[in-house]
């Protein structure tokens, strides 16, 4: 009885942990520039804000994760696609569920840019 306990503790755990996991990806709107290894902490701004500086809108990007995913590591699958892009920053920020059975999958999503 002890043994069945167990391994149902383990798969629940395991359940746990790979449900907590957040992915991205991007699509461009121009041309990639040179690679650059900095790894700068993009700024994100939601809805009603906008940077105080002119730019220009270089891609889309997007994160989805499982039942367990936190609008903080949906973010954080955000900012990571956007320092590969060499962003400055990420606008637009939105968060969103998709439907699926009995549940919905948390999504985010915004759109890169680069300062002039």
Known sequence: MKKAMKRVMFFIACAILVTS???GSFVSTTPKAKNDTSKKTIQCYYS?????????????????????????QLVYALQKQAQ???A?????????????????IPYAEGDLVKYK
């Open 84 to 86: 590969k892009q060499q």
């Open 48 to 72: 009603t804000e906008k940077p105080d500086r002119a730019y220009e809108v270089i891609g889309h990007v997007e994160a989805s994760g499982f039942i367990f995913t936190s609008n903080k």
């Open 88 to 104: 400055d920053a990420i606008v637009n920020v939105r968060f969103s569920y998709i439907p699926a059975i009995l549940i919905g």
């Open 21 to 23: 996991c957040a992915t």
